[in-house]
């Protein structure tokens, strides 16, 4: 399979330093190290059902709080699915995956519109699962949708257990993202009748 949407990311502020690669068309192999272990546990299950190698090294002011790391991995992992897709001609550009996850439903939905958008609706029922506050799981999509320019629409339909809500929602991305990105040889261009995205 063709390995030519590749997209690598060095990004480094006063509060994070990240590098992260992004192979659309890869196996799903991951390396994620942000000092955060559920959010590694969530990034690790998005590339695994996006069938997309991540690499992820992220090194943030935890002290402080996740918060930073959390949002700016999520930047930089949009910037690099912006990257990756490049002129985005023969994409099936729509996205969608609902995702059980024992009590829990979660719905994702996206459109690869160069248009940036996030409607997210989930209620969590904990204020952090391990180390990561729960508030963070719309900070991270939003921060890729706006850098990745994709509308994404998330949302938990009904669930009890936090960490089931969170982990249906990531695989549901990943699995979304990976039906957008899939190449179609029927699309001639983009699939828009604008003729750009």
């Known amino acids: 399979m063709s390995t030519d949407r590749i997209a690598q ?4 502020t006063n509060e994070t330093n990240i590098t992260i690669e992004v192979n659309l068309d890869g196996d799903g192999i991951y390396n994620i190290d942000t000092g955060i272990g559920f959010f590694d546990h969530m990034l690790t299950l998005a590339a695994k ?10 090194e943030g002011d935890l002290y402080v709080d996740a918060h930073h790391t959390v949002e700016d991995v999520g930047i930089a992992l949009g910037k690099c699915i912006e990257k990756a897709l490049g002129d985005k001609k023969g994409i099936t ?58 509308t994404v629409h998330a949302k938990v339909l009904y669930g009890k257990n936090a960490h089931h809500m969170i982990e249906a929602l990531f695989k549901a991305f990943g699995r979304a993202l990976r039906e957008a990105v899939t190449k179609d040889e029927r699309i001639k261009g983009v699939m828009s009748t604008k003729g750009s995205l």
């Open 9 to 12: 990311l060095d990004r480094k």
């Open 49 to 58: 059902h996006g069938i997309m190698d991540l690499n992820v090294k992220a």
């Open 93 to 150: 550009r729509y996205g969608t995956s609902f995702l059980p996850m024992d009590e829990t439903l979660a719905l994702v939905s996206m459109d690869i519109s160069g248009r940036p958008y996030l409607v997210f609706e989930a209620e969590f029922n904990s204020p952090m699962v391990g180390e990561m506050d729960t508030e963070l799981v719309e900070e991270f999509f939003r921060a890729v949708a706006f850098n990745a320019g994709i």
